[in-house]
């Protein structure tokens, strides 16, 4: 049981490249997310799914796409890096019902935009 | 709009001092509270998850309370360990939305032999 996954662990984008985060979970999860944390901020929400097909924006969606056609995979894309983007990624998984919905975190990617 | 305020920033400790860390909200709508800790280039581990009907939980060393109505949560530590030196995060789920966890920055740990 790996748990929730990303890759890459590190990225440096030129300003203007495209490239997508990939985020994994294997414990059967609905509710997947994406996060960024910056210095002095707490994580902000960027995009989040509550099962395969379905996904709606957070907090900060702007310059991020994603889609979720499996449960287990829902990958972050940036269509044209700014260097306003340069943060620490993380992806979180959790049950969609029942009594708890403690969210598990992955390792995080930290993305560098130039 | 919920806040989520984490205060004090930073927190250093001799070893063996019980860890009191503090957390507030603006908004009592909420349908839980979960504390994080974060180790440095790491993903967040969830240590706590309070329901919003519960005043109390502890897991070990650890207890966090919380009391709605004031919008406060605390996290203590008892006998801290150079090992508990860490970021501890707290987050707030809103009543109306599943999973959507608004974060406080974070209180910075250091616990010293």
């Known amino acids: 049981n790996a748990g929730v996954t990303q890759t890459p662990k590190f990225q440096v984008l030129k300003t203007g490249q495209s490239m997508t985060l990939q985020c994994a979970q294997d414990m059967n999860h609905e509710y997947m997310s994406w996060y960024r944390q910056d210095p002095g901020m707490g994580l902000r929400l960027i995009h989040y799914?509550?099962?395969?097909?379905?996904?709606d924006q957070g907090e900060v969606p702007n310059g991020y796409n994603v889609s979720r056609s499996t449960t287990e995979d829902f990958p972050l894309r940036l269509l044209s890096a700014a260097p306003s983007q340069t943060s620490v990624y993380f992806c979180?998984?959790?049950?969609?019902?029942?009594?708890?919905?403690?969210?598990?975190f992955g390792p995080g990617t930290r993305l560098t935009v130039l | 709009k919920q806040e989520v305020t984490q205060i004090p920033a930073a927190l250093s400790v001799p070893e063996g001092e019980n860890l009191v860390l503090n957390c507030s909200f603006t908004?009592?709508?909420?349908?839980?509270l979960q504390w994080f800790r974060q180790d440095p280039g790491k993903g967040l581990t969830s240590l706590l998850l309070i329901q919003s009907s519960q005043r109390e939980q502890t897991s070990g060393r650890l207890n966090a309370s919380l009391d709605k109505s004031s919008g406060r949560s605390t996290l203590y530590i008892a006998a801290s360990q150079p090992g508990d030196s860490a970021t501890y995060l707290c987050a707030v789920r809103p009543t109306d939305s599943w999973g959507k966890l608004q974060f406080g920055a974070g209180t910075q740990v250091v616990v010293t032999p």
């Open positions: 799914s509550v099962g395969a097909g379905i996904t």
């Open positions: 979180a998984s959790s049950y969609a019902s029942g009594s708890t919905d403690t969210q598990y």
């Open positions: 908004d009592s709508a909420i349908y839980n």
